[in-house]
Nanobody, 129 residues
């Protein structure tokens, strides 16, 4: 089983930067796809970014493309979300998700909540105007 713990959230001004981390434990996730999702107050959870085990496939939501970057450090069993030029509409609880492994991955597959078995508790990001 996999446990995921997000960190790095907090208050940031619009236009600023923030880096979220997701530390996995219980099992190595080097062979698992990893994703970031977010949920704003009163809204449904939405896809943000994901990364295949190889790091080759990295789909992003259109709303964050060019501003956010997902990466992974498999030796640390950790995935990151670098958030640059943040906007007030980025305010949300951010969740990381993992697995399961499969033989290949597409951007469409990685963008779906149902493609992940393990979820963290989330970290709050507040972007002020």
């Amino acid at each position: 089983q996999v446990q995921l713990v997000e960190s790095g959230g907090g208050l940031v001004q619009a236009g600023g930067s923030l880096r979220l981390s997701c530390a996995a434990s219980g099992r190595t996730v080097s062979s698992y796809p990893m994703g970031w999702f977010r949920q704003a107050p009163g809204k449904e959870r939405e896809f943000v970014a994901a990364i295949s085990p190889s790091g080759i496939t990295t789909p992003y939501a259109d709303s964050v493309k060019g501003r956010f970057t997902i990466s992974r450090a498999n030796a640390k069993n950790t995935v990151y979300l670098q958030m640059n030029a943040v906007k007030p509409e980025d305010t949300a609880v951010y969740y990381c998700a993992a697995g399961p492994r499969k033989t290949s991955y597409s951007g469409g597959y990685l963008s779906e909540e149902g493609s992940y078995d393990y979820w963290g508790q989330g970290t709050q990001v507040l972007v002020s105007s």
